[in-house]
Protein backbone atom coordinates (compact mmCIF):
# COMPACT_ATOMS: atom_id res chain seq x y z
CA UNK A 1 0.00 0.00 0.00
CA UNK A 2 1.29 3.31 -1.38
CA UNK A 3 1.86 6.22 1.93
CA UNK A 4 2.88 9.21 2.00
CA UNK A 5 2.97 10.87 5.25
CA UNK A 6 3.61 14.59 6.30
CA UNK A 7 4.79 15.36 9.48
CA UNK A 8 6.62 18.58 10.73
CA UNK A 9 4.00 21.03 10.82
CA UNK A 10 2.22 23.46 13.41
CA UNK A 11 2.08 26.85 14.91
CA UNK A 12 5.03 29.22 14.73
CA UNK A 13 5.54 33.50 14.83
CA UNK A 14 6.49 35.51 11.98
CA UNK A 15 10.96 34.71 11.28
CA UNK A 16 10.56 31.22 12.56
CA UNK A 17 11.57 27.93 11.27
CA UNK A 18 9.91 24.31 11.27
CA UNK A 19 11.07 21.14 9.16
CA UNK A 20 8.56 19.16 7.33
CA UNK A 21 9.36 15.54 6.49
CA UNK A 22 7.42 13.12 4.04
CA UNK A 23 7.63 9.20 4.80
CA UNK A 24 7.36 6.96 2.15
CA UNK A 25 6.31 3.46 1.70
CA UNK A 26 4.75 1.39 -0.83
CA UNK A 27 7.01 2.26 -3.75
CA UNK A 28 10.30 2.93 -5.14
CA UNK A 29 11.15 6.04 -3.76
CA UNK A 30 14.23 6.57 -5.18
CA UNK A 31 13.11 6.00 -8.57
CA UNK A 32 10.33 8.95 -7.78
CA UNK A 33 11.10 13.14 -8.14
CA UNK A 34 9.25 14.75 -5.21
CA UNK A 35 7.32 17.94 -4.36
CA UNK A 36 6.18 20.06 -2.06
CA UNK A 37 2.93 22.06 -2.73
CA UNK A 38 0.90 24.11 -0.35
CA UNK A 39 -2.46 25.40 -0.45
CA UNK A 40 -4.05 27.63 1.29
CA UNK A 41 -7.60 28.93 2.15
CA UNK A 42 -9.96 29.79 -0.64
CA UNK A 43 -6.35 29.57 -2.96
CA UNK A 44 -5.56 26.87 -5.53
CA UNK A 45 -2.77 24.61 -4.77
CA UNK A 46 0.52 25.83 -5.42
CA UNK A 47 3.94 24.21 -6.61
CA UNK A 48 6.55 25.24 -3.90
CA UNK A 49 9.86 23.07 -4.13
CA UNK A 50 10.90 20.24 -6.04
CA UNK A 51 13.74 17.70 -6.18
CA UNK A 52 14.81 15.30 -8.59
CA UNK A 53 15.27 11.17 -7.81
CA UNK A 54 18.77 12.11 -6.07
CA UNK A 55 18.63 15.20 -5.18
CA UNK A 56 21.00 17.07 -7.31
CA UNK A 57 18.37 19.61 -8.79
CA UNK A 58 16.11 21.48 -7.29
CA UNK A 59 13.27 24.16 -7.68
CA UNK A 60 11.63 26.66 -5.30
CA UNK A 61 8.30 28.76 -6.03
CA UNK A 62 10.04 32.24 -6.62
CA UNK A 63 8.50 33.66 -3.04
CA UNK A 64 10.36 30.83 -1.06
CA UNK A 65 13.33 31.58 -2.68
CA UNK A 66 16.01 31.66 0.09
CA UNK A 67 13.86 30.79 2.55
CA UNK A 68 13.02 26.65 1.92
CA UNK A 69 15.31 24.45 1.39
CA UNK A 70 14.11 20.90 -0.04
CA UNK A 71 16.15 17.89 0.57
CA UNK A 72 15.85 13.93 0.33
CA UNK A 73 17.55 10.79 2.18
CA UNK A 74 16.51 8.00 -0.28
CA UNK A 75 18.20 5.48 2.04
CA UNK A 76 15.19 6.88 4.82
CA UNK A 77 12.25 7.15 2.17
CA UNK A 78 12.13 10.33 3.28
CA UNK A 79 11.91 14.33 1.64
CA UNK A 80 12.25 17.46 3.79
CA UNK A 81 10.86 20.93 3.62
CA UNK A 82 13.20 23.16 5.92
CA UNK A 83 10.87 26.28 6.36
CA UNK A 84 13.27 29.47 7.29
CA UNK A 85 12.16 33.21 7.70
CA UNK A 86 8.31 32.13 7.89
CA UNK A 87 5.45 34.78 6.78
CA UNK A 88 2.11 35.12 7.57
CA UNK A 89 1.57 34.44 3.75
CA UNK A 90 3.32 30.57 3.88
CA UNK A 91 -0.06 29.70 6.02
CA UNK A 92 -1.17 26.22 4.14
CA UNK A 93 -1.53 22.87 4.43
CA UNK A 94 1.50 21.17 2.86
CA UNK A 95 1.68 18.54 0.82
CA UNK A 96 4.08 15.96 -0.58
CA UNK A 97 3.87 14.48 -3.82
CA UNK A 98 5.85 11.48 -5.72
CA UNK A 99 5.61 12.10 -9.44
CA UNK A 100 6.17 9.01 -11.29
CA UNK A 101 5.67 8.55 -15.19
CA UNK A 102 2.62 6.44 -14.78
CA UNK A 103 1.97 7.56 -11.30
CA UNK A 104 1.04 10.34 -9.15
CA UNK A 105 0.90 9.82 -5.56
CA UNK A 106 0.08 12.48 -2.28
CA UNK A 107 0.06 12.68 1.14
CA UNK A 108 -2.87 13.87 3.80
CA UNK A 109 -0.63 16.86 4.26
CA UNK A 110 0.21 18.92 7.60
CA UNK A 111 -1.00 22.19 8.44
CA UNK A 112 1.62 25.08 8.41
CA UNK A 113 0.45 28.24 10.50
CA UNK A 114 2.21 31.30 10.83
CA UNK A 115 1.00 33.78 13.16
CA UNK A 116 1.99 36.08 16.60
Known amino acids: QVQLVESGGGLVQPGGSLRLSCAASGFTFSSYPMRWYRQAPEKERELVAT????????TYLNSVKGRFTISRDNAKNTVYLQMNSLKPEDTAVYYC?????????WGQGTQVTVSS
Open 97 to 105: NAVGIQNTY
Open 51 to 58: VSVIGSRT
